[in-house]
């Protein structure tokens, strides 16, 4: 398979850091692949632009680090500003429709998606924003299976919280039909 | 999915390697980037029965260790720089009452409280020298998960087999990524159990006094034996002393029991080096970049090598001497001003033919950095 290079991008408190986890985990734990996850942050705990990074892979990761994501995705314009520019040639940038305005091509499809406003309008719970983005990226790349995702949120969330992330997964699929990959 | 393969952080694969060892006792003080250690023994040791204490401070929680590994417990702690400095005095008095016991260091950038949340290996010094006085010391590292599960019960397995405190070197890269670990069976790695006095309950025991083979059964403090542990030089029954015979052998037992005993200790990891013309040499989070440069060079047919350290301390010389023999380049990677870059022109017949890639500006060094050095050091320039 090709490597995946994945960087997800955001502010802190908006979950980039957890779905980068729960994305590698459903990888390495119910795909039989081979993932790296890592983060870079400061000492603050929530604002500043936080990202993580994560390879997928079925062969043996040495670097743990991307310095040239193939799939990058930026929930704030801070974020979108900062790392739009490291983005692999001909890779795939995912951007929040709400939250980040697209001031510049780069050699990339860009795939502006309505992530915060879909979950706003149809769940109205901004908490699992990460989640509908983890569905939006799983829609575009077909890495893993959402089956997969499920199987890591049920061991890590409460069962009254299930059934809000699930939708909250179908609905960025949702959103990815009739995108162009 | 088995139950036995978890993706979690090196600091957590620590966690999990010491239980398998046995550890039944925590004492520490979180500091970043070792926090996630503390904050799993925690949730763990209260499970098994077992006891997690948070201390004041760091030198609190070495001397806890110390205290609970006398009274028959596998003990461990863990801490980042600054509190490692702290730890230095209760580590010496460790060295001199033989204290089987472990001290994690997960390593951020130094001195000083010095750059909290980012990679360095800049402790590598401190671990050999950081406590005052003539002493031996074991310090190990991993580079993945799966060997910082396997050094840690080693850690545990050479602290009591030579009643010593052993470091366990890590980073915060190493500490804080996640990948997968696969949890042996137990059995599968051997552990090392304390060695306990066959000495009745009345009867004279000598706490320090060595068997033929330089080992000294313990006897659990505060149950049927009475004796005395200092940080002074001591007797053979723990009392201390300052005759110069007692002393000189005293010193003597505490060097030789490690330095005899280094080609046990010594533990690496070799990648393609039968044929190598230039070696690289490195440990921790910086080995990785290393073996990623390797194996993508090797595919080219170039012929380079990798040394993998795992031992630091004693420092493995005579394997790097003989494995460095035949190579036109030696190139130490790590992220410090060159610490076993040192010990590396130390070890070797030719030292001018050792170079240092490094860095430390809180960066992981990444392959592109080794391959420019590279490119130095064979003189073609960036």
């Given at each position: 398979?090709?490597?995946?290079?994945?960087?997800?991008?955001?502010?802190?408190?908006?979950?980039?850091?957890?779905?980068?986890?729960?994305?590698?985990?459903?990888?390495?734990?119910?795909?039989?692949?081979?993932?790296?996850?890592?983060?870079?942050?400061?000492?603050?705990?929530?604002?500043?632009?936080?990202?993580?990074?994560?390879?997928?892979?079925?062969?043996?990761?040495?670097?743990?680090?991307?310095?040239?994501?193939?799939?990058?995705?930026?929930?704030?314009?801070?974020?979108?500003?900062?790392?739009?520019?490291?983005?692999?040639?001909?890779?795939?940038?995912?951007?929040?429709?709400?939250?980040?305005?697209?001031?510049?091509?780069?050699?990339?499809?860009?795939?502006?998606?309505?992530?915060?406003?879909?979950?706003?309008?149809?769940?109205?719970?901004?908490?699992?924003?990460?989640?509908?983005?983890?569905?939006?990226?799983?829609?575009?790349?077909?890495?893993?299976?959402?089956?997969s995702v499920m199987s890591v949120l049920e061991r890590r969330i409460p069962k009254g919280f299930l059934e809000l992330n699930r939708h909250a997964l179908q609905l960025g699929m949702d959103l990815t039909e009739g995108v162009r990959r | 999915m088995?139950?036995?393969?978890?993706?979690?952080?090196?600091?957590?694969?620590?966690?999990?390697?010491?239980?398998?060892?046995?550890?039944?006792?925590?004492?520490?003080?979180?500091?970043?980037?070792?926090?996630?250690?503390?904050?799993?023994?925690?949730?763990?040791?209260?499970?098994?029965?077992?006891?997690?204490?948070?201390?004041?401070?760091?030198?609190?929680?070495?001397?806890?260790?110390?205290?609970?590994?006398?009274?028959?417990?596998?003990?461990?702690?863990?801490?980042?720089?600054?509190?490692?400095?702290?730890?230095?005095?209760?580590?010496?008095?460790?060295?001199?009452?033989?204290?089987?016991?472990?001290?994690?260091?997960?390593?951020?950038?130094?001195?000083?409280?010095?750059?909290?949340?980012?990679?360095?290996?800049?402790?590598?010094?401190?671990?050999?020298?950081?406590?005052?006085?003539?002493?031996?010391?074991?310090?190990?590292?991993?580079?993945?998960?799966?060997?910082?599960?396997?050094?840690?019960?080693?850690?545990?397995?050479?602290?009591?087999?030579?009643?010593?405190?052993?470091?366990?070197?890590?980073?915060?890269?190493?500490?804080?990524?996640?990948?997968?670990?696969?949890?042996?069976?137990?059995?599968?790695?051997?552990?090392?159990?304390?060695?306990?006095?066959?000495?009745?309950?009345?009867?004279?025991?000598?706490?320090?006094?060595?068997?033929?083979?330089?080992?000294?059964?313990?006897?659990?403090?505060?149950?049927?034996?009475?004796?005395?542990?200092?940080?002074?030089?001591?007797?053979?029954?723990?009392?201390?002393?300052?005759?110069?015979?007692?002393?000189?052998?005293?010193?003597?037992?505490?060097?030789?029991?490690?330095?005899?005993?280094?080609?046990?200790?010594?533990?690496?990891?070799?990648?393609?080096?039968?044929?190598?013309?230039?070696?690289?040499?490195?440990?921790?989070?910086?080995?990785?970049?290393?073996?990623?440069?390797?194996?993508?060079?090797?595919?080219?047919?170039?012929?380079?090598?990798?040394?993998?350290?795992?031992?630091?301390?004693?420092?493995?010389?005579?394997?790097?001497?003989?494995?460095?023999?035949?190579?036109?380049?030696?190139?130490?990677?790590?992220?410090?001003?060159?610490?076993?870059?040192?010990?590396?022109?130390?070890?070797?017949?030719?030292?001018?033919?050792?170079?240092?890639?490094?860095?430390?500006?809180?960066?992981?060094?990444?392959?592109?950095?080794?391959?420019?050095?590279?490119?130095?050091?064979?003189?073609?320039?960036?």
């Amino acid at each position: 398979m090709e490597r995946y290079r994945i960087v997800f991008s955001g502010s802190g408190g908006q979950g980039v850091i957890t779905s980068a986890i729960i994305l590698a985990e459903a990888a390495v734990l119910h795909e039989n692949l081979t993932a790296v996850q890592s983060q870079v942050y400061g000492a603050e705990a929530r604002g500043g632009s936080t990202r993580s990074d994560v390879i997928i892979s079925d062969s043996e990761i040495y670097f743990p680090k991307v310095t040239q994501p193939n799939v990058l995705v930026c929930l704030t314009q801070e974020a979108y500003n900062k790392f739009s520019g490291i983005i692999r040639p001909g890779g795939l940038l995912i951007t929040d429709a709400k939250y980040v305005e697209i001031t510049k091509k780069v050699d990339a499809r860009q795939r502006e998606i309505p992530m915060y406003e879909a979950v706003m309008e149809k769940i109205g719970k901004p908490i699992v924003f990460n989640i509908c983005m983890l569905g939006v990226f799983i829609g575009m790349t077909e890495l893993v299976k959402p089956e997969s995702v499920m199987s890591v949120l049920e061991r890590r969330i409460p069962k009254g919280f299930l059934e809000l992330n699930r939708h909250a997964l179908q609905l960025g699929m949702d959103l990815t039909e009739g995108v162009r990959r | 999915m088995t139950e036995n393969i978890k993706f979690v952080q090196g600091n957590e694969a620590c966690v999990e390697g010491a239980l398998y060892a046995g550890l039944d006792f925590f004492a520490g003080y979180p500091i970043t980037p070792s926090t996630e250690v503390a904050e799993q023994m925690s949730v763990q040791l209260p499970k098994i029965g077992g006891s997690f204490l948070q201390m004041e401070d760091e030198i609190a929680s070495l001397c806890a260790i110390i205290g609970a590994s006398l009274t028959g417990h596998k003990v461990m702690t863990a801490t980042s720089g600054p509190g490692f400095s702290l730890m230095q005095e209760a580590l010496g008095y460790a060295v001199m009452a033989e204290i089987p016991c472990v001290i994690v260091n997960v390593q951020r950038g130094g001195p000083s409280t010095g750059n909290p949340t980012h990679v360095a290996q800049g402790d590598v010094n401190q671990a050999r020298w950081g406590t005052h006085g003539d002493h031996a010391i074991v310090a190990l590292t991993a580079s993945n998960h799966q060997d910082v599960f396997a050094v840690t019960v080693e850690a545990f397995n050479i602290a009591e087999t030579y009643r010593t405190p052993v470091i366990l070197l890590f980073d915060e890269v190493i500490g804080h990524m996640r990948e997968r670990l696969v949890i042996p069976e137990p059995g599968e790695i051997p552990l090392v159990e304390r060695l306990r006095t066959s000495v009745k309950e009345g009867v004279d025991y000598h706490p320090y006094l060595p068997r033929e083979d330089g080992r000294l059964p313990m006897s659990d403090f505060g149950s049927v034996h009475r004796y005395n542990v200092t940080g002074l030089y001591h007797d053979m029954w723990g009392f201390p002393s300052d005759n110069p015979k007692i002393v000189h052998g005293l010193s003597r037992h505490l060097m030789d029991k490690i330095e005899n005993n280094a080609h046990q200790i010594a533990m690496v990891k070799e990648y393609y080096l039968e044929d190598a013309e230039q070696i690289l040499i490195s440990y921790g989070a910086s080995a990785r970049s290393a073996l990623h440069v390797v194996v993508s060079r090797r595919n080219r047919g170039e012929q380079l090598g990798l040394l993998e350290l795992q031992t630091l301390w004693p420092f493995p010389a005579e394997i790097v001497r003989d494995r460095c023999r035949n190579a036109r380049s030696v190139t130490v990677v790590e992220m410090n001003k060159g610490q076993i870059l040192e010990q590396v022109k130390h070890a070797v017949e030719a030292p001018e033919r050792v170079f240092l890639a490094n860095r430390v500006d809180g960066v992981l060094i990444n392959p592109t950095d080794i391959r420019n050095f590279l490119r130095v050091i064979q003189g073609r320039g960036i």
